[in-house]
């Protein structure tokens, strides 16, 4: 998803571009949070760009609605086709203060929560076990998310140390679904309580696997086998489990032949380019993973390559650890490496961009908290900093990129995007400012002439006529006005050169 955010009169607009759904939903609330703290007037919240927009960002709209109504400003939404679709499904646009067009979000919720229920088995042994049984969309993920961060805390309140979600009866499982999962995941780690998933039919499984969670959590085959501890569905931290592993065993003793040659030995680049072709996929395994934070996936598979080449130089093997074990991590590295310094044009402090991350995550929480969007005084006062920090936060999340010369201009009342959002505005170079001085002097030279050869020039230059035609007005012969035109021509040129 892109935002830009601009002014038009007094209006604050805010131009969204892409999908609005659990990926990019923080970067939607966290855009109507700045149109709301920026400028004053109306905000115009232009939804025409927007492919598909999610429960979520309808319900983030109908509050950014209410605080603007609160604060004495005025929103208006200018609607795309997506968002009208999902308007009908909810029961249509409905009216509130000042005109406003918000989606029917609340009244709709709790009939489309009725899709997912989740059972929740009772703690032996340490352990809680949840059970969700239909789908995990748009219209539940708000229960899912609140079941899953709800049973992490009263796991740390009835010392069970370990949550273990099983998938066996979750028919689909949206991107939403995914991000609290991840959200469970990191506050089961903060509370030290271990957090496991189980089975799912081969649809739910795809979606993981695609997603990344199952190398960020340990996924089991059954809840029985993740109670147990018996190994995991794929290893933490791990490209698979033993089968990727033996995919790359024959690869094991290249690196022990490296090392009995000599540094200048010609095998050495030989068995390097080996290695190197031999564990390509793990790197591009991993450049998949992070492909969904708006980085072209060719970049990142380049930059996922070089972290392979620098493993591949540096493993020592003689330490007797394995190569995955110290190539993954690596890998990994240079490809945050490359997110933090090189995808942004312009570099930003390092504080702010801890709190912005500090913000997305503070975010989700109390959007399931508060079953609405967060305002940037309700972060201020969750994270304990001040309210001008968190907006100085929000709006570097718009300003670390410069806009192309070439970019649609969103100006354009019309939407018919035929200009630019810049280059139309760009002066051109005049070339008829060097001709200004000769035009002045020639204009006194004129003066000069006859009144005969200066009607000749004039009707030649300025008139557009032939010699004849100008033979036939004055009445004498085309070659005497040749002659006359070539005699004053040379005379008006010597005198601009003087």
């Known amino acids: 998803m892109h935002v830009a955010v601009g002014r038009r009169g007094d209006e604050t607009v805010l131009w969204i571009h892409g999908e609005v759904d659990g990926a990019t939903g923080s970067q939607f609330t966290a855009a109507l949070a700045v149109g709301l703290a920026v400028g004053g007037g109306t905000l115009v919240v232009d939804l025409r760009e927007v492919a598909f927009i999610?429960?979520?960002?309808?319900?983030?709209?109908?509050?950014?609605?209410?605080?603007?109504?609160?604060?004495?400003?005025?929103?208006?939404?200018?609607?795309?086709?997506?968002?009208?679709?999902?308007?009908?499904?909810l029961g249509g646009w409905v009216d509130v203060p000042d005109g406003v067009l918000v989606a029917n979000v609340e009244q709709q919720m709790p009939a489309l929560r009725s899709a997912l229920t989740v059972g929740v088995a009772e703690p032996s042994g340490g352990t809680l076990v949840l059970c969700p049984d239909g789908e995990v969309d748009l219209g539940?993920?708000?229960?899912?998310?609140?079941?899953?961060?709800?049973?992490?805390?009263?796991?740390?309140?009835?010392?069970?140390?370990?949550?273990?979600?099983?998938l066996d009866r979750v028919q689909f499982m949206s991107a939403a679904g995914v991000a609290v999962l991840c959200q469970g995941h990191r506050r089961a780690n903060t509370a030290g309580v271990a957090f496991r998933l189980a089975g799912g039919p081969p649809v739910?499984?795809?979606?993981?696997?695609?997603?990344?969670?199952?190398?960020?959590?340990?996924?089991?085959?059954?809840?029985?086998?993740?109670?147990?501890?018996?190994?995991?569905?794929?290893?933490?931290?791990?490209?698979?489990?033993?089968?990727?592993?033996?995919?790359?065993?024959?690869?094991?003793?290249?690196?022990?032949?490296?090392?009995r040659l000599p540094v200048d030995h010609p095998r050495q680049q030989v068995l390097r380019a080996e290695l190197i072709k031999g564990y390509l996929p793990v790197a591009q395994h991993l450049a998949r993973k992070h492909r969904h934070r708006g980085e072209n996936l060719d970049d990142l598979e380049q930059v996922a390559t070089l972290g392979l080449i620098n493993a591949v130089d540096r493993f020592e093997p003689e330490r007797g650890f394995?190569?995955?074990?110290?190539?993954?991590?690596?890998?990994?590295?240079?490809?945050?490496?490359?997110?933090?310094?090189?995808?942004?044009?312009?570099?930003v402090p390092r504080s702010i961009?801890?709190?912005?991350?500090?913000?997305?995550?503070?975010?989700?929480?109390?959007?399931?908290?508060?079953?609405r969007a967060a305002t940037p005084s309700e972060l201020a006062r969750h994270l304990d900093v001040d309210l001008d920090?968190?907006?100085?936060?929000?709006?570097?999340?718009?300003?670390?990129?410069?806009?192309?010369?070439?970019?649609?201009?969103?100006?354009?009342?019309?939407?018919?995007?035929?200009?630019?959002?810049?280059?139309?505005?760009?002066?051109a170079l005049d070339l008829e400012l060097d001709l200004v001085e000769s035009r002045e002097s020639l204009a006194s030279s004129l003066d000069k002439l006859s009144e005969r050869e200066r009607k000749i020039v004039l009707l030649r230059f300025y008139g557009n006529m032939s010699q004849t035609e100008i033979a036939k007005r004055t009445g004498i012969s085309?070659?005497?006005?040749?002659?006359?035109?070539?005699?004053?021509?040379?005379?008006?040129?010597?005198?601009?050169?003087?």
């Open 54 to 89: 999610d429960c979520g960002g309808m319900a983030a709209l109908s509050q950014a609605a209410r605080l603007a109504c609160a604060g004495g400003r005025s929103l208006r939404i200018v609607p795309g086709a997506a968002a009208d679709n999902l308007a009908a499904l």
């Open 140 to 166: 539940t993920v708000g229960l899912f998310g609140d079941v899953v961060n709800s049973a992490v805390s009263a796991a740390g309140k009835i010392a069970a140390r370990l949550v273990v979600l099983g």
């Open 204 to 259: 739910v499984r795809r979606i993981l696997d695609v997603t990344g969670i199952t190398a960020a959590t340990q996924h089991y085959d059954s809840v029985a086998d993740a109670v147990a501890g018996v190994r995991p569905h794929a290893l933490r931290g791990e490209v698979g489990g033993n089968r990727r592993r033996d995919e790359y065993a024959h690869l094991i003793s290249l690196f022990a032949e490296r090392v």
């Open 322 to 347: 394995d190569f995955l074990s110290f190539a993954i991590p690596t890998i990994n590295g240079e490809v945050r490496r490359h997110y933090r310094d090189r995808t942004s044009t312009i570099r």
């Open 353 to 371: 961009r801890q709190l912005q991350g500090q913000m997305y995550q503070a975010a989700d929480e109390l959007s399931q908290k508060l079953r």
């Open 389 to 427: 920090s968190v907006i100085e936060a929000l709006q570097a999340a718009y300003e670390t990129r410069y806009s192309s010369l070439d970019e649609p201009n969103h100006n354009d009342d019309t939407g018919s995007g035929g200009g630019t959002r810049f280059a139309h505005a760009l002066g």
């Open 478 to 498: 085309q070659m005497h006005v040749s002659r006359l035109l070539t005699s004053t021509l040379a005379l008006l040129r010597r005198q601009l050169v003087e």
